[in-house]
């Protein structure tokens, strides 16, 4: 029976739907893999056609002011390979022993790099040159065909390595971590800015992973290079404060280190920021540069503890530290050990500022009218405070005494009474407004925030506070509101980046800011006449750091740490200088100094004083004498060889210098300095007549605790010359020698200059 017309529309109907709906799923099937999934299927598809290999960007160049680059990024090799490669054309354990030895690395740790699932991996980041050539002779095939078989899956991809090349500043310019971010300082801060953006390689390869022997197409996208930073630091002035702060880490024996920091006043750039001990910025993760003052520190503790216990019964003695062994230590030692390296404590650290505080304390009271220059106190040694005696560093008192005598001899109870005079609430307002209740957004991530009262304060944490103690503030924080007092009476916006630039010129400008008005032109000029007698007056506390010519003015501190019982101290001086027309602030903080004389004015004043004329001469900043002064006369030997022994005398006189004659010729033949050398007037030369032979030695006298004329006379007798280095007033009573430029027993030819420092005690 023939279908009738009706059902066969049926049935073609039902056939038309049933391919409309077939197509219609097979349209939307498409379409989700083209437009849905289309981006990830593409790149799949691509991953598996393409090996693709990152080509580093060079991050940007970190400058000082001047355009000394600091840190720099250079080219450098970094090992990878293709596993797959690997598995198919190579050898793995010829290729893990023949790289492990020129790689500095374990073979079986090389081995699981190489046979992972994977079709890129890297073996060996930033690889030296040294390394990248040994590793080529291993490709080459004409020096061992199996080996370069084997390597046929290992290839070189083009990176970058960091360098800083005068190794100054590591707490300011921090360092770059295995992935080329940064990790502390400047290369933190502004890694967004530095680091720039990668490129990529891609290249044709097999389903199965392997590289084309003959590739078709490689496809580059170029990377980027980073942004430069130019900072504020100079860095000449940055060495001479290392210099220094080394220098004391040792003499002064600081268990936690020093800080110091460089400021103009005037637009609150900073000039040098260092901490020491420091680390090897190029080599930042080797804690032995910092480790050898623990070590130091430690065998000092053992020798006192064993010096205490002497007496004691031989049961009762402590048992001693085992010595702990370099080659074994415990990553919580390493992990503890670069914290404390790598930590800024000019920013990252707060303490007591003691009696560098006092210039807050003064200015505020002469910007209040609660005292004038001539106002008078009277210290007895002590000042009643509700229930309290507290004392002055002076326990014999000052006696009857000015506001500015009060002032240059750091006096405890003057600035109590000016304290107390200022109340709790105008005392707060001039502590937040020198800036002191907020970190300074200086330019660098770990800034500490200061720690001070919250709440109205008392009459007895007015007082000790009006001395600087009862609160504690970072060195970047009091070096800004000392640079307020001095510049005019404003407080600056305190910058380490001056600028950030690309190959098209500058992208962002830090300009000099202005936060506020803090006091006024006249109380600033006030503060600093009394700062600069506080140094030039031989009988003030800040004597030490006087330097002839440079009018430096400043306060010396010394501050107590901890529990009061343990007597640790930070020895402090913060100068400025010139006094009348700053153009630099310094501060120096020595954190636990492990000498007899721990106080500021002693052994941070001459620190600073040295900083500063080393700055100022290097700035061109001219000397200006007081009527007072006189500058040293400095004369340059002149040549009198193959002159006859009368004429030479005669030349030598005249130019202002002493003769000693050796030899019983006529001609002169050789002499001690030698031509050109700059030496004191009325030192001695040494003229020779006859050959002089090199046994003509002396040897140096140990001049420590010597007056400046003993010191002179005692070189004279040997025959050496004396010149008086180094900051403090070594002219007058009391003056002892500290130091001198060669070590005692050290033999030197006659006539040679021997430096002498000198000091006088104070007890600020």
Not at 66 to 89: F, H, M, Q, R
Not at 118 to 146: F, G, H, P
Not at 608 to 627: A, F, P, R, T
Request: aromatic content about 6%.
């Amino acid at each position: 029976m023939k279908p009738s017309l009706n059902e066969i529309k049926r049935k073609s109907w039902i056939l038309a739907v049933s391919a409309l709906i077939a197509l219609s799923a097979l349209v939307l099937r498409v379409g989700y893999w083209q437009i849905i999934r289309g981006e990830e299927l593409s790149g799949k598809a691509k991953a598996q056609q393409q090996g693709s290999s990152i080509i580093t960007a060079s991050r940007g160049t970190i400058y000082d002011r001047n355009g000394k680059v600091l840190a720099e990024s250079a080219s450098a090799n970094t090992l990878i390979c293709n596993p797959e490669d690997i598995k198919d054309d190579g050898d793995a354990d010829v290729i893990a022993q023949k790289l492990a030895p020129i790689l500095d690395m374990d073979s079986t740790k090389i081995k699981q790099l190489i046979t992972k699932e994977t079709r890129y991996q890297v073996i060996k980041k930033r690889m030296s040159k040294e390394q990248t050539d040994k590793v080529r002779e291993l490709m080459n095939s004409e020096n061992d065909a199996k080996t370069a078989k084997a390597m046929s899956g290992v290839y070189f991809e083009e990176d970058s390595k960091r360098y800083y090349p005068f190794n100054v500043a590591p707490h300011v310019l921090g360092f770059t971590g295995y992935d080329n971010n940064g990790i502390q300082g400047i290369e933190l801060t502004f890694d967004n800015e530095l680091m720039g953006r990668n490129g990529s390689v891609d290249i044709n390869q097999n389903a199965d992973g392997t590289t084309l022997q003959e590739q078709q197409a490689e496809y580059v996208n170029g990377a980027l290079k980073g942004y430069d930073v130019v900072l504020t630091i100079d860095e000449t002035l940055q060495h001479f404060l290392e210099k220094h702060l080394e220098e004391a880490v040792a003499e002064d024996k600081l268990k936690e280190g020093a800080a110091g920091i460089i400021m103009n006043p005037k637009t609150g750039e900073i000039l040098a920021m260092a901490t020491k001990p420091d680390f090897d910025v190029n080599d930042p993760y080797n804690i032995e540069q910092f480790r050898k003052y623990a070590v130091m520190f430690e065998s000092m503790q053992t020798t006192a503890d064993a010096d205490e216990d002497e007496d004691e019964d031989e049961e009762k003695k402590p048992t001693p530290k085992p010595t702990m062994d370099p080659n074994n230590l415990s990553d919580e030692y390493i992990a503890s050990m670069r914290n404390k390296m790598w930590r800024n404590k000019a920013i990252s650290d707060t303490y007591e500022p003691g009696s560098t505080f006092k210039i807050i304390t003064a200015a505020a009271a002469l910007e209040e009218h609660v005292v004038d220059l001539n106002s008078s106190f009277y210290c007895p040694g002590f000042k009643i405070v509700a229930d309290r005696n507290i004392k002055c560093a002076n326990t014999d008192g000052h006696g009857p005494e000015t506001f500015v005598e009060g002032v240059k001899n750091s006096c405890n109870p003057v600035f109590m009474e000016l304290g107390l005079r200022l109340g709790s609430d105008k005392f707060m307002e001039y502590f937040r407004a020198f800036g002191l209740t907020e970190t300074t957004g200086m330019g660098l991530v770990g800034e500490a925030s200061s720690i001070y009262y919250h709440k109205t304060m008392g009459d007895v944490d007015i007082a000790t506070s009006s001395f600087g103690q009862g609160f504690q503030i970072t060195p970047v924080q009091l070096a800004t509101a000392v640079s307020a007092v001095v510049n005019g009476g404003v407080r600056m916006q305190p910058r380490i980046v001056k600028e950030i630039r690309n190959s098209n010129g500058v992208v962002k400008s830090y300009e000099t800011q202005q936060v506020q008005r803090v006091i006024s032109e006249e109380t600033s000029q006030t503060m600093r006449d009394i700062l600069e007698s506080v140094v030039a007056d031989p009988t003030a506390t800040g004597k030490n750091a006087y330097v002839k010519g440079c009018r430096i003015g400043g306060k010396t501190g010394t501050s107590e740490k901890g529990n009061r019982l343990e007597e640790k101290r930070i020895a402090s001086f913060v100068g400025f200088a010139p006094a009348n027309d700053p153009e630099l602030v310094c501060l120096v903080m020595l954190d636990e100094p492990q000498v007899d004389n721990k106080y500021g004015g002693t052994i941070a004043a001459p620190l600073v004083g040295e900083i500063i004329e080393d700055s100022m001469n290097y700035l061109g900043i001219e000397k200006q004498y007081s009527s007072m002064e006189k500058p040293d006369e400095k004369i340059e030997i002149p040549d009198v060889r193959q002159l006859e022994e009368d004429e030479a005398r005669e030349v030598l006189s005249n130019a202002g210098l002493n003769v000693n004659a050796v030899g019983d010729g006529t001609i002169i033949v050789d002499q001690l300095p030698k031509p050109g050398i700059m030496i004191s007037k009325g030192s001695t030369v040494v003229i020779y007549s006859e050959e002089r032979s090199d046994s003509d030695m002396v040897t140096v006298p140990n001049l420590e605790g010597c007056s400046v004329d003993d010191a002179e006379y005692t070189l004279a007798i040997s025959g050496l010359n004396f010149e008086v280095i180094g900051a403090g007033h070594s002219e007058v009573k009391g003056s002892y020698a500290v130091r001198q430029s060669v070590a005692a027993g050290e033999k030197v030819a006659p006539a040679t200059v021997i430096g002498v420092e000198f000091r006088q005690l104070t007890t600020d």
